[in-house]
């Protein structure tokens, strides 16, 4: 019964939600972005963020964007797995962020510029699964072939004795009640300068300050079988304990075979009662970030930047925790990579501007908050008494991950300009990395939108993003006893619709 634990961790812990870009960081920044989608070597306001080092080309003055993007993602669980009524079953989730909003300063003074920026830099959104999750449900229906096998021996022994099979054994289905609820926000305020060191090349040096909160509030209660006896009519509904319990006032049975379903019995009310978790994680981090610009001419722009490793360690902060996953004060690592941004910008004509990105992320070098367990499922403590063991993503990442993009705007007149954009991201994971509470998948991402210059202090941009995720077939193994294995296969599916708007303006 030690997968029931198993069954407490995946409903009631999450990872953070993913909204785009990284495998745990947002790279969605700007209205700008999301009609482009490839902004790595702007020298508008949002380079701020997409490129410090640009905001050397900016005139003199004051610099601001404000932008807000509503997010909607579909993601898509089914499993083969024998032992779920109604196999194979498809778990239909919905993430939903429609407050997303990203906000930049900048000042230029001649050769220097200081800049600001506030964006959610990780998470910003969660995930709503009405139906459950296989993770919630595998552990429970597998009551039913669990206990069939404990109890056919017994059937099997009485009507060797008697002739009679009592069929307490014929366990004909399950129930339970699984509700969760989390969030996950890493906010991020930046603080960079930037430097002409002549009209061609800029550099420039900053910091964004993370500050991370998860929430996790949920409940398992109501965990029932459909029995051959007592408990509800018609259907013989009751808890698994109480049905052990039944079996073992038949008169008939010896004392030892009386114990050992009263044992069981009491296990199983430990490990399928109403359990509940209220826990909150909290922590911050600093990002090292760096860049450089190279303004080759009118036509050609190229830029690099450099974002470092951010340790993140969030502690628990918690009011209930019956599944013992939350102890209170507790510290665990939730990392943001550091990536490697290269951009270049061209304008072959002065109407068209034509932009390529690529992003490389640093993936293994991070811990995302994958750590070890024991037999029970229950989180492995290091020796320091308040931290827990984790696991280096070098088990869970083949390759580090990466994105190829590709953006091109039209002036049609001065005033209004439309623009399109592709991306492609490649995860670089395996197998072991996905689970039905955090999974990544390669995509392919389409987006357009336009651009309008109220002169010139002020533009607005808005833009739609479409990102088509390959789905991923997964094999996987339920160990229903130490003897016994059952194969299945877990098919992941997503879908992300954006829409974004945002306004630029200078003084």
């Given at each position: 019964?030690?997968?029931?634990?198993?069954?407490?961790?995946?409903?009631?812990?999450?990872?953070?939600?993913?909204?785009?870009?990284?495998?745990?960081?947002?790279?969605?920044?700007?209205?700008?972005?999301?009609?482009?989608?490839?902004?790595?070597?702007?020298?508008?306001?949002?380079?701020?963020?997409?490129?410090?080092?640009?905001?050397?080309?900016?005139?003199?003055?004051?610099?601001?964007?404000?932008?807000?993007?509503?997010?909607?993602?579909?993601?898509?669980?089914?499993?083969?797995?024998?032992?779920?009524?109604?196999?194979?079953?498809?778990?239909?989730?919905?993430?939903?962020?429609?407050?997303?909003?990203?906000?930049?300063?900048?000042?230029?003074?001649?050769?220097?510029?200081?800049?600001?920026?506030?964006?959610?830099?990780?998470?910003?959104?969660?995930?709503?699964?009405?139906?459950?999750?296989?993770?919630?449900?595998?552990?429970?229906?597998?009551?039913?072939?669990?206990?069939?096998?404990?109890?056919?021996?017994?059937?099997?022994?009485?009507?060797?004795?008697?002739?009679?099979?009592?069929?307490?054994?014929?366990?004909?289905?399950?129930?339970?009640?699984?509700?969760?609820?989390?969030?996950?926000?890493?906010?991020?305020?930046?603080?960079?300068?930037?430097?002409?060191?002549?009209?061609?090349?800029?550099?420039?040096?900053?910091?964004?300050?993370?500050?991370?909160?998860?929430?996790?509030?949920?409940?398992?209660?109501?965990?029932?079988?459909?029995?051959?006896?007592?408990?509800?009519?018609?259907?013989?509904?009751?808890?698994?304990?109480?049905?052990?319990?039944?079996?073992?006032?038949?008169?008939?049975?010896?004392?030892?075979?009386?114990?050992?379903?009263?044992?069981?019995?009491?296990?199983?009310?430990?490990?399928?009662?109403?359990?509940?978790?209220?826990?909150?994680?909290?922590?911050?981090?600093?990002?090292?970030?760096?860049?450089?610009?190279?303004?080759?001419?009118?036509?050609?722009?190229?830029?690099?930047?450099?974002?470092?490793?951010?340790?993140?360690?969030?502690?628990?902060?918690?009011?209930?925790?019956?599944?013992?996953?939350?102890?209170?004060?507790?510290?665990?690592?939730?990392?943001?990579?550091?990536?490697?941004?290269?951009?270049?910008?061209?304008k072959p004509i002065p109407k068209l501007t034509a932009n390529l990105g690529f992003t490389y992320y640093l993936d293994k070098s991070a811990y995302y908050g994958n750590v070890e367990t024991d037999a029970d499922g229950l989180p492995v403590m290091a020796e320091d008494g308040i931290s827990f063991v984790q696991?280096?993503?070098?088990?869970?990442?083949?390759?580090?991950?990466?994105?190829?993009?590709?953006?091109?705007?039209?002036?049609?007149i001065d005033m209004v300009g439309i623009s399109a954009g592709y991306s492609l991201s490649n995860v670089g994971i395996n197998d072991q990395y996905q689970s039905d509470l955090s999974f990544s998948l390669n995509t392919n991402s389409v987006g357009g939108g336009f651009v309008i210059n109220l002169g010139k202090?002020?533009?607005?941009?808005?833009?739609?993003?479409?990102?088509?995720?390959?789905?991923?077939?997964?094999?996987?193994?339920?160990?229903?006893?130490?003897?016994?294995?059952?194969?299945?296969?877990?098919?992941?599916?997503?879908?992300?619709?954006?829409?974004?708007?945002?306004?630029?303006?200078?003084?």
């Amino acid at each position: 019964m030690k997968k029931l634990n198993l069954l407490l961790l995946t409903i009631l812990v999450s990872s953070p939600v993913l909204i785009a870009g990284g495998l745990v960081t947002n790279t969605n920044q700007s209205a700008a972005w999301a009609r482009l989608l490839s902004r790595h070597a702007s020298y508008g306001v949002d380079a701020v963020y997409f490129n410090p080092a640009g905001l050397a080309l900016l005139g003199n003055g004051l610099h601001l964007s404000i932008s807000n993007q509503s997010i909607f993602q579909t993601q898509q669980i089914t499993s083969s797995y024998p032992y779920i009524t109604g196999t194979p079953k498809m778990y239909e989730g919905t993430v939903t962020a429609p407050v997303f909003p990203s906000i930049y300063v900048a000042y230029k003074m001649d050769k220097w510029a200081f800049s600001a920026g506030v964006n959610v830099i990780g998470g910003g959104g969660g995930a709503d699964f009405t139906g459950g999750l296989p993770s919630f449900e595998i552990p429970v229906a597998s009551l039913v072939p669990m206990l069939y096998g404990s109890l056919r021996p017994l059937d099997l022994a009485i009507e060797e004795g008697t002739g009679w099979d009592p069929g307490y054994s014929n366990i004909t289905g399950y129930d339970m009640n699984a509700a969760f609820n989390g969030t996950s926000m890493y906010l991020g305020y930046q603080l960079g300068a930037t430097y002409a060191i002549n009209d061609m090349i800029s550099v420039a040096i900053g910091a964004r300050y993370v500050m991370a909160t998860n929430t996790y509030e949920g409940s398992l209660t109501g965990i029932t079988i459909d029995a051959p006896y007592g408990g509800t009519a018609p259907d013989g509904t009751q808890t698994p304990g109480d049905y052990l319990r039944r079996v073992a006032t038949n008169p008939a049975l010896p004392a030892e075979v009386v114990a050992g379903l009263t044992a069981n019995a009491d296990i199983l009310d430990a490990k399928t009662g109403d359990a509940y978790l209220d826990a909150v994680q909290k922590g911050s981090g600093i990002t090292p970030i760096v860049g450089l610009n190279i303004h080759l001419s009118d036509m050609l722009n190229v830029a690099i930047r450099y974002e470092h490793h951010t340790k993140l360690e969030l502690t628990n902060e918690t009011e209930v925790d019956d599944v013992n996953m939350f102890p209170d004060g507790a510290k665990s690592r939730a990392d943001l990579p550091g990536m490697i941004s290269l951009g270049a910008q061209l304008k072959p004509i002065p109407k068209l501007t034509a932009n390529l990105g690529f992003t490389y992320y640093l993936d293994k070098s991070a811990y995302y908050g994958n750590v070890e367990t024991d037999a029970d499922g229950l989180p492995v403590m290091a020796e320091d008494g308040i931290s827990f063991v984790q696991i280096n993503n070098k088990s869970t990442i083949d390759n580090n991950m990466f994105e190829i993009s590709a953006g091109v705007e039209y002036m049609i007149i001065d005033m209004v300009g439309i623009s399109a954009g592709y991306s492609l991201s490649n995860v670089g994971i395996n197998d072991q990395y996905q689970s039905d509470l955090s999974f990544s998948l390669n995509t392919n991402s389409v987006g357009g939108g336009f651009v309008i210059n109220l002169g010139k202090k002020l533009a607005i941009n808005a833009g739609v993003v479409y990102v088509m995720y390959q789905d991923s077939d997964v094999d996987e193994a339920y160990d229903l006893t130490d003897e016994i294995s059952v194969p299945y296969t877990t098919n992941y599916l997503k879908n992300t619709m954006i829409y974004a708007i945002g306004v630029d303006i200078s003084l």
